[in-house]
């Protein structure tokens, strides 16, 4: 079985708020370190009403100072909404705080609408085109700083912090392999072109002072509770978010609502065809161990990372260790 890691959006729920989804995230964290996850990332959206993750380097420190061992990192920054210097320096910090703990994964899509990504930036003027100079801008920060270099990352160079390509689409794979870098696809919401892009990756993989052979890690919805009933109540939680995203109404992470059926006629939605959650697994351990072994041997990813938008913290927790349980169980299988 292949490691299994943790991505959080640090989700704000429906009547509570953003302290509240640190404390949780914190919690969260903890428990995956407990259970043997391989690294505890989280991602950068920007003007969502349930994501607290906005300052992502912020709340990396806040988890990686409440754990001990665990990985914890970006999946992803966001890299055209700044300046490849300040995260170079972000991260440089990090990594002093917590040597060999530091992931840094970067993405070229803005993680919000249009108008914040403009807010962000100030221009979108040739932004998303240059990711990929922006990419080896950033790494070169890393570097060890020559003794003529003018600009430098302080803290930074000199540092080790692992650079990984975020993608949805055949772009990043392309990239990724062209910097020999590891590559993130993010098949839990936009599993269309995953196959594809994994074909890419590993064909055109160019090995690098950073990487000898292709790594591969596969985000994945998975649900996990003691019933498959129970299992898909917890699920509805996201289809919801889902429904008001695609319709422009983006909202904090709502309670499991019983009346789901009722909800898609009125959006007139088959939800047997909501393509982003298509590769959802959703049940009780037996249905789990089942979905999440068929979806390792049919994709072969050298890692997957695990994301669950749950309303209720300890049911979300609950659905982290049956995870860690089939892990176990498949690894010992094997």
């Known amino acids: 079985m292949v490691p299994l890691s943790v991505l959080d959006l640090s989700p704000i729920l429906e009547g509570s708020d953003a302290a ?6 914190l919690d969260l964290a903890r428990h995956a370190e407990r259970l043997g996850y391989e690294r505890f990332w989280l991602a950068e959206h920007h003007n969502m009403p349930g994501v607290a993750s906005a300052a992502t380097a912020v709340v990396i420190g806040h988890v990686a100072g409440g754990t001990s061992t665990i990985r914890v990192g970006a999946g992803g920054i966001m890299l055209p909404n700044h300046a490849p210097l300040v995260i170079a320096e972000q991260f440089g910090t990090l990594a002093s705080l917590y040597p060999g703990r530091i992931d840094l994964g970067v993405g070229r899509a803005p993680g919000t609408d249009q108008m914040t990504a403009r807010a962000l930036r100030r221009t979108l003027a040739g932004d998303v085109d240059r990711f990929p100079q922006d990419v080896i801008e950033l790494m070169a920060y890393f570097r060890e700083a020559q003794p003529n270099q003018l600009v430098r990352a302080v803290p930074g160079a000199g540092l080790d912090v692992p650079v990984w390509i975020l993608g949805s689409s055949l772009f990043g794979a392309q990239l990724a392999a062209a910097l020999g870098l590891p590559y993130a696809f993010a098949s839990h919401f936009a599993p269309q072109q995953m196959e594809e892009a994994i074909g890419i990756y590993r064909q055109r993989f160019e090995p690098s002072e950073h990487l000898d052979k292709p790594h591969v890690m596969l985000g994945l919805n998975v649900v996990a509770a003691e019933t498959d009933a129970e299992a898909r109540r917890l699920f509805t939680s996201l289809q919801q978010a889902f429904l008001n ?4 109404t983006p909202s904090p992470l709502p309670p499991p ?10 959006f007139g939605v088959d939800p047997s065809r909501m393509e982003a959650l298509a590769k959802a697994v959703v049940g009780g351990p037996d249905a789990v161990r089942l979905g999440l072994g068929a979806f390792v041997r049919r994709y072969q990813p050298d890692e997957v990372i695990v994301t669950a938008q749950i309303y209720d913290h300890a049911a979300r927790v609950r659905s982290f260790e049956i995870v860690a349980d089939v892990r176990d169980q498949l690894a010992k299988a094997a």
């Open 245 to 248: 995203l695609r319709f422009g």
């Open 257 to 266: 609502a019983d009346d789901m059926p009722e909800r898609f006629a009125k």
């Open 20 to 25: 509240q989804s640190f404390r949780n995230t």
